[in-house]
């Protein structure tokens, strides 16, 4: 079967059908789902950190690359002023039908995180769930911090979440593939999702081909991406050189120190002083 080649981030079919996407990045309550114990305990986690830490910074709330409002949708239940921001016209239409399900007030607006104008500012600002890994150069990464400094209210807070580059993903056959993960589909059964991936050393970018597969359908959603590995001193480096101060970093979700070994890079930051830009 012929792969589906993703032409730009927004573009991604992953993106394109929310419904697939929300069983495989389910809310915590749906969570039993996932076959993978790591895994659910990190989406698990991962509600709770975003969830605890906007309710002590407070609103207004931005989320960027809110997706179908996952966490803009709980966050909003808190009874916290929250914007969601996302490229998908698609997602940000389930956002929008699941938030009035849910009977919560969210704006949700499309727009690019590296170039978003919302002329307002806000104490929270979100970046979950390894979106900046979308941004494919330092450059789009400077960008969208810029673009949030220029969000961000005096004494804000910006937080958001990344994988830890695994050496051992970049060392892999790039002919071979490799089960990621696998879920208990309401229409499907049992899907499983398989990849495999190339790494361009001299630009960090990893090439990554997926395959969904379920009972009597082998490879019945095959597409392409990118993402960029962003690794922690460079990480740090680009985040002072666009004013941001990290006051916290952890290696999971679940507030564990950060080390040479952790598999996410979470990150709690602020700004010296609001910017007038």
């Known amino acids: 079967m012929r792969a589906e080649v993703q032409p730009a981030m ?15 990045f389910p809310a915590a309550a749906a969570a039993s789902a996932l076959f993978d114990e790591v895994r659910r305990g990190r989406l698990m986690a991962s509600e709770r950190f975003y969830l605890e830490e ?12 809110c997706g179908s409002g996952r966490l803009t949708i ?13 490229l998908s016209a698609t997602m940000l239409e389930a956002a929008r039908a699941k938030a009035a399900a849910a009977g919560v007030r969210v704006e ?18 979100l970046i979950p769930g390894n979106s900046l890994v979308h941004l494919l150069s330092v450059q789009e990464l400077k960008q969208c911090f810029q673009n949030v400094r220029r969000h961000l209210a005096a ?15 970049l060392e892999r056959d790039p002919t071979k593939r490799y089960p990621v993960f696998s879920w208990q589909d309401p229409e499907r059964g049992t899907v499983s999702l398989e990849e495999i991936t190339s790494y361009d050393a001299g630009t960090n970018v990893r090439d990554v081909r997926w395959f969904f597969s379920c009972e009597g359908k082998p490879d019945f959603k095959v597409f392409d991406y990118r993402l960029r590995f962003i690794f922690p001193d460079e990480l740090l480096r680009i985040l002072a050189e666009t004013g941001f101060l990290v006051e916290e970093r952890y290696g999971e979700l679940t507030r564990a120190p950060f080390t040479a070994t952790s598999p996410r890079q979470v990150c709690i930051c602020s700004g010296a002083e609001a910017s007038t830009g």
């Not at 906007?54 to 931005?62: D, E, F, I, K, T």
């Not at 709980?74 to 996302?86: E, F």
């Not at 807070?157 to 051992?168: Q, Y």
Request: proline share 5%; glycine share 10%; hydrophobic share 45%.
């Open 10 to 24: 927004e573009e991604c079919l992953l993106y394109a059908d929310p419904a697939l996407y929300d069983r495989m």
């Open 54 to 65: 906007a309710q002590r910074s407070g609103g207004p709330v931005l989320e960027l690359a």
């Open 74 to 86: 709980p966050i909003a239940g808190l009874g916290l002023n929250v914007t969601g921001v996302d």
């Open 108 to 125: 949700f607006i499309r727009g690019d995180m590296r170039s978003f104008d919302l002329r307002q500012r806000f104490a929270t600002i």
């Open 155 to 169: 004494g804000g807070r910006l937080m958001f979440d990344i994988s830890h580059p695994d050496l051992a993903l």
